[in-house]
């Protein structure tokens, strides 16, 4: 079989979904069924399904026609990739129509699968369950922003409540208003107005799902000329995005700085998600807008997952994915973390429970450039953590992590660490960084990344010094490189090194 290569995980045949939605049809095949879910083939195509549904009762012939074709090269594509599972939904485009049976009968027979056609309700359950998957612990409100509906349903941790779905898609917007901005804007208001659902939202985070939103996203990044190209988690405090989104409504699309980023067909859509994003701001009060790249696509797939599985951090299950993938020996980076643990734990320094997550991470990525050549391991480190297709963290926190591997293999003043990328960090986690950096340098230089090492070994602070501790067995290699490194961690720390050796 194809996918049996080295470099891929041991998670069994590849699964893919199509969302047949009311502007796009896509396909994303994903490696497998796991906690972090890796698409491995991702493909859309644009047929405008709930352009005129409000106001003729029908999806357009030739959109019809654009996603049967689309759907006949899907289907042959997931035959060639060898998928195991293959899952197709509608939404409301097709739930919507008159020729909505008529057309979700002949998708069947093209995909020769059976077609998940969402209610409103549902969907918006699995749009929760997409955040729930891709977020550590969300709270707030979820709003799916569609072609033809806008649902909205809140999120406590794995919890989430009941959901609701109203016409407030950005191709109903455009189809009922006849591209009249005051008449879409009005109609906005008064579904909107006193919604109960919005209240979870106060002083909370909304998480936007859907495409519109993440070009609106797209668009405020390069206004700002933000320093990561990585839309999930990426936060706008909330006037900001309310702000953003009146001079989106205001200017043409095509003055607005990096307008290239979005397809031709979806800008004359931005202004509707913006009206629908600034209204819900107004209403909702929330404190911050968080975008989420994954949605219902991710939520039917956190749906099938076992409940022990569901538990699993994002984070570390992403990390530990990418150990497995490209490090020397990925129990090395296993056996890093109680060490690094036991060292914190010495240390007066503050140590939350996100600091232990975020640490454990960092273990798990510390030796996943080791094949780039020995100067540009750093930065090819660096590249590979702060765009990675992680969840379950933000973007401070993708700093944090990338600032470990740089300190590690570039030294703890290297000039050529991104500064833009030390704007995404606090002085809290830059510090941490250097100092987590620090104690790399020194582990690997005792362990030479080979397993079974570092248990023998402690790192632990007392008593004014920063102190190594070597069974006798590993004496010699108690050498000046490894002395001058404790020495750089100690300054970091305000302590005097040392070295012991146990002859127990």
């Known amino acids: 079989m194809p996918f049996n290569a080295k470099g891929r995980l041991d998670v069994g045949l590849p699964i893919a979904i199509i969302d ?56 042959v594509l997931c035959d060639i990739m060898s998928v195991s599972d293959l899952f197709v939904f509608a939404t409301a485009a097709a739930r919507d129509a008159k020729n909505g049976a008529e057309f979700v009968s002949k998708c069947r027979e093209i995909t020769k699968t059976d077609i998940l056609l969402l209610s409103g309700k549902r969907e918006a359950e699995l749009s929760a369950m997409g955040v729930i998957s891709g977020f550590w612990k969300p709270q707030g409100l979820v709003g799916d922003l569609g072609g033809g509906s806008l649902e909205l349903i809140d999120v406590k941790g794995t919890e989430f409540g009941k959901g609701i779905t109203l016409p407030l898609g950005v191709l109903s917007l455009l189809d009922l208003s006849g591209g009249n901005i005051k008449k879409a804007q009005k109609h906005i208001k008064e579904l909107l107005s006193d919604l109960p659902q919005l209240k979870a939202a106060r002083g909370q985070s909304f998480y936007a799902v859907g495409g519109t939103w993440r070009s609106l996203a797209k668009l405020h990044m390069g206004q700002r000329g933000y320093p990561l190209n990585v839309m999930h988690n990426y936060v706008i405090p909330a006037q900001d995005a309310s702000d953003f989104a009146s001079l989106v409504e205001r200017v043409e699309a095509e003055t607005l700085d990096s307008i290239e980023s979005v397809s031709f067909a979806r ?91 975020l640490r454990q991470a960092a273990c798990l990525l510390s030796d996943i450039g080791w094949r780039a050549h020995p100067d540009y391991r750093g930065e090819q480190s660096v590249n590979i953590i702060a765009n990675a297709g992680f969840s379950g963290i933000d973007h401070a926190g993708r700093a944090y992590l990338a600032l470990t591997a740089a300190y590690r293999h570039m030294g703890l003043s290297y000039d050529a ?88």
């Open 20 to 75: 047949i939605g009311s502007n796009s049809v896509r396909l994303v095949i994903y490696e497998g069924l796991s906690r972090t879910p890796t698409p491995i083939f991702n493909e859309k195509v644009l047929c405008g399904l709930g352009r005129a549904i409000l106001t003729t009762g029908l999806m357009p012939v030739d959109g019809m026609e654009r996603a049967y074709k689309a759907l006949k090269r899907f289907r």
């Open 267 to 357: 800008r004359p859509l931005l202004v509707y998600g913006a009206l629908v994003l600034e209204e819900l701001i107004r209403s909702a009060k929330p404190a911050r807008i968080v975008i989420s790249a994954l949605g219902v696509r991710e939520g039917i797939l956190f749906d099938r997952l076992e409940k022990d599985v569901k538990k699993q951090d994002p984070l570390v299950a992403a990390a530990s994915d990418l150990n497995k993938l490209r490090s020397r020996a990925p129990r090395h980076a296993e056996q890093l973390v109680p060490w690094m643990d036991q060292f914190f734990a010495s240390t007066s320094i503050e140590d939350t429970s996100e600091d232990r997550r």
């Open 417 to 504: 660490i991104s500064p833009r990328l030390k704007e995404l960090a606090s002085s809290r986690l830059i510090d941490r960084a250097r100092i987590f950096g620090a104690a790399l340098r020194v582990a690997y230089l005792i362990s030479a990344a080979m397993p079974d090492v570092l248990p023998k070994t402690s790192l632990i602070c007392g008593q004014g010094k920063v102190e190594l501790r070597l069974p006798l067995e590993l004496a010699a290699l108690a050498g000046d490189r490894v002395f001058n490194r404790l020495k750089e961690l100690g300054r970091l720390i305000g302590r005097s090194p040392l070295i012991s050796i146990s002859k127990s």
